[in-house]
């Protein structure tokens, strides 16, 4: 019995399929867990490692070097502020002290009600509109205390759910293409464009 | 006066809202150059690059001609894309993926033909949301167009593109780490020789590792020969370059220039570009190259956006990202925050980066925020030599990566330049700026 929903378990096969090896697929399959979830479960890290060929221990080991994964529960929102060098030079560190008070919680702490945990970023590579602050990921292009306050507020009341979903990056990120034939016929006709050009490459040396 | 007459290469589409939509991309020449390529032979395209001497726009800036050269002997071989952007600052990459995600397929396609390559992955960071929906989209256009998959366009030519999330990890911009991350693992660099990816890359196989930018190049190189894009900037630095603009400035963003014809000062002070600083202040210093890069000070704004004319000066072009600051910044904080970001970000695997990131980051923080001393300026130049014996640029290599040895060039540039600033910290017992 699968641990994950079906709809996700269904494109973690997938996603499995894709890679020439089944663990290259860890990053998208944990991205996935932790949409299901919000955070990444033992259970969830479990089918994981049994969809990887892996122990749930290389798994954990994996996912605790990435910022993006969660091992505790979060917020249905993350809010995240950066800090770093361009944001930093035009109020990164205020607007993130600001979020602390507006969301009554620290830094990596979440919010009394649990709908909001607030994290300090690195770079985000967004640094024309600063200080850059993302919620789940996207770019909401908020940066006076104000405007993130607006924000907070219209989250709060479910206004923006269309444009920003539960954390996570790939639930809207589906491949519908797909290399037509198969490998290995793709991997014959290269061996044979390999011979002809290396029988051509013999004919011109001589 | 800056000079602009150079062609848009890579950012030809920037006046479309709709420049990520396969429509645009179709009825602005897209996927004329892959017919062309796909009608030459491999070892055509390949040259056509080679003459271009385009250099990898990644931060490195290793030709991306002579890496190919490497791989094209090989039997079985993977193109992976690093579009890990990462850098502080650095945000042109977040902008092709966005903005222009069928060029970039259509330039790993053209890439992956003249290496003969079936297979390759483009990695995303994971936090572009946006961008990893784009550009799937545009991998699902180019399949359902008949310019991805088997057999593109009739040529018998057939290629897969995996598009691959990253999941938060600044060391995934490093080429080998990001392998390692493609393989499903902790992101490690591995330690060069022997692991070169161009000999022992994913699954062990030769790889080559190109940045997006360099791949958005390649529609462009081959419509209008790699001798029209070397006959563009100077010396070494051929063709255009995007720049990434923060800071203090006007007008911060993304500029596609000629490499060479401009100079710090047009692209920051420019009235078609970065306008000036915010409030019309005096700029302090900039950063020109990334965070890693030492900087520059207002006596340098003169020297041209070139990789050799930058190094001449003893710091580096590197990522394309320069960051301002002017009278009002704060450099300790500053030269502080980019040292917490390395101790956070560093991987962990060898001493002086792992170790040596965080005493830096302490003292730092105590000089910034208070409990600060006169003789930690001493400690804290001792501390960067450790990591980088003789801080020299380049830096001496002490560990598996270049992560490590670039931790000193904030601290190093802003003890140097602005020594003072230091000892009012030092005196004020925390920041004056506060």
Known sequence: MSYLRPDIRQRADELVALYPQKRSAMLPLLHLAQEQDGYLTDEGMAEVAELTGTSPAEVRGTASFYDMFHLEPVGKYVVGVCTNIACLLSGGEELLEHATKTLGCAVGGTSADGLFTLEETECLADCSVVPVVQVNHRFVRTTTPDALDALISDLRNGRRDDEIPPHGTLIRVRRNGGLRAPRAQVAAEREAAQTAREARAAKETK | MAVLTAPKIVSSRSEYTDSHSMSRYLATDGFTALRK?????????????????????????????????????????????????????????????????????????????????????IYIRGEFALGLERLQQAVNDAYEHGALGSDIFGSGFSLDIIVHPGAGAYICGEETALIEALEGKRGFPRIKPPYFPAAIGLYGQPTVVNNVETMANMPWIVNNGGAAFAALGQGRSTGTRLFALSGRVKNPGVYELEMVKNTFRDIIFDPALGGGIIGDKKIKAFIPGGVSAPWFTPEQLDIPLGLDEVAEQASMLGSGSIVVLDEDSCVVRAAWRITKFFSRESCGQCTPCREGSGWLERIMYRMEHGGGRREDLDLLLDLCDNIAPGLSWPPQQTTICVLGPSIPSSIHSAITNFRDDFIAHVDHNGCPHD
């Open chain 2, 37 to 121: 390529a796909l009608s030459m032979h491999p070892e055509a395209v390949a040259t056509e690059v080679d003459s271009a001497s385009l250099l990898g726009r990644g931060g490195a800036g290793f030709p991306a001609g002579r890496k190919w050269s490497m791989l094209r002997k090989a039997p079985v071989s993977y193109l992976v894309v690093n579009g890990d952007e990462s850098e502080p600052a650095t945000f042109k990459d977040h902008y092709l993926i966005e903005r222009e995600p069928h060029q970039l397929v259509e330039g790993v396609t053209i890439a992956a033909y003249a290496l003969q390559v079936s297979q390759a992955f």
